[in-house]
């Protein structure tokens, strides 16, 4: 199977800047899109930026401008770069990623999630 596994979450003040990094290993034939999303204590898991493999890229509007998504198809790794952080980006991230296994099949899998906190 895939299995992916973040880092790069922390305590940060307001203004400040994280990055994510997510990478993927196991069974990968194929490596298409991938993905953050994040969920607030109290609040549904919700959308923030996506990547296809050529490169192609989707934010959400509360965070359009402060990230940017990006990945190393070499390294089957995805970054996610946040400046000027606020207060509500507080949450825990969590990185997604959908593709083909080389057993065969598809696959669509979430990391365990990393902590993010901004606070003053």
């Known amino acids: 199977q895939v299995q992916l596994v973040e880092s790069g979450g922390g305590l940060v003040h307001p203004g400040g800047s994280l990055r994510l990094s997510c990478a993927a290993s196991?069974?990968?034939?194929?490596?298409?899109?991938m993905g953050w999303y994040r969920q607030a204590p109290g609040k549904q898991r919700e959308f923030v930026a996506t990547i296809t493999s050529g490169g192609s890229t989707n934010y959400a509007d509360s965070v359009k401008g402060r990230f940017t998504i990006s990945r190393d198809n070499a390294k089957n790794t995805v970054y996610l770069q946040m400046n000027s952080l606020k207060s509500e980006d507080t949450a825990v991230y969590y990185c997604n990623a959908e593709g083909r296994l080389r057993v065969g099949g598809r696959y669509d899998t979430w990391g365990q999630g990393t902590q993010v906190t901004v606070s003053a």
């Open positions: 196991g069974s990968i034939f194929s490596l298409n899109g």
